[in-house]
């Protein structure tokens, strides 16, 4: 049987003969495409994974049972049944829901977040209100998050440590280019808060409302005070019987004109 020279084999052949030739020129590609990496315009990686959001609520005060029962859930209900909808994941940890939605392979990625939005604008009314506004996150690549840190004291307390969290850590991790978001689990607010004591404010013969109305008026923003400018504008209506009687003849009006047409 005759061996016949074939491309493959010349190749081969070739290589080995001018292996120094094929290291140096193996050497000055690995040189080349190092250097060329900080100029990159295009993701070499391209985007494999299906279109994903991300809704963050902030949730004061609450534990991981509160902010299942009182926000997570809620919210999963509402954003149930969205048009392309895959899977739907949730993590409730202290102060903080996350709520991931996977959508169908090809689903536009800006129509997903439009759907999403409209639902959360209708849910946002029924959730607590000591709790934030839901915020979507920006979108993010298929590697999502690229780094996560961690941290741990024996000096400075957990409140101390979220506050060193959010107000340093997090504040410059922001201004780096690139970065979208920074997540903080598990933290702690540092909040000012009044305890009374119900013998001593008996003895005084001061009232909580008197309490509330003082501390809530002690945060003064601007040239109105908290208890008075908390709302703005109407807060309702009564029916009074002027009113139910001019109802009643527009409704009567109404009915006649439909009738004459």
């Keep these: 049987m005759r061996d016949g020279r074939t491309l493959m084999r010349w190749i081969v052949q070739a290589s080995l ?6 290291a140096a020129g193996a050497v000055l590609l690995i040189a080349v495409g190092t250097l060329q990496i900080p100029n990159m315009r295009v993701d070499p990686f391209p985007e494999f994974a299906p279109t994903r959001v991300a809704i963050q609520t902030a949730c004061l005060g609450l534990s991981t049972a509160d902010v299942e029962a009182l926000v997570t859930v809620p919210l999963e209900q509402a954003l149930n049944g ?5 899977d739907m994941r949730s993590k409730s940890v202290p102060q903080l829901s996350s709520i991931e939605l996977i959508f169908n392979q090809g689903t536009d990625e800006w129509e997903a977040r439009q759907l999403v939005q409209e639902r959360l604008a209708t849910v946002q009314t029924l959730l607590p209100t000591w709790a934030a506004p839901p915020v979507m996150l920006p979108p993010v690549s298929a590697t999502s998050r690229v780094m996560q840190i961690g941290m741990s004291s024996k000096d400075h307390s957990l409140i101390a440590m979220s506050m060193m969290a ?7 991790l922001l201004r780096v280019p690139g970065v979208a978001n920074v997540a903080i689990w598990g933290e702690r607010l540092q909040n000012l808060t009044v305890q009374v004591d119900p013998k ?3 003895s005084h013969e001061v009232t909580l409302g008197a309490v509330m109305e ?11 005070k908290f208890t008075t400018a908390s709302v703005i504008g109407t807060g309702g209506a009564i029916d009074t019987p002027k009113m139910a009687r001019r109802s009643r003849s527009a409704m009567s009006r109404r009915s006649k004109k439909i009738t004459s047409l």
Excluded: P
Excluded at 82 to 86: F, I, N, S
Excluded at 166 to 172: D, E, G, L, P
């Design 200 to 202: 001593r404010m008996q």
């Design 166 to 172: 959010y107000w340093t850590i997090r504040a410059r």
């Design 214 to 224: 003082a501390t809530s008026d002690s945060v003064d923003h601007g040239l109105l």
């Design 17 to 22: 003969r001018f292996r120094f030739l094929v």
């Design 82 to 86: 969205v048009k392309g909808l895959q």
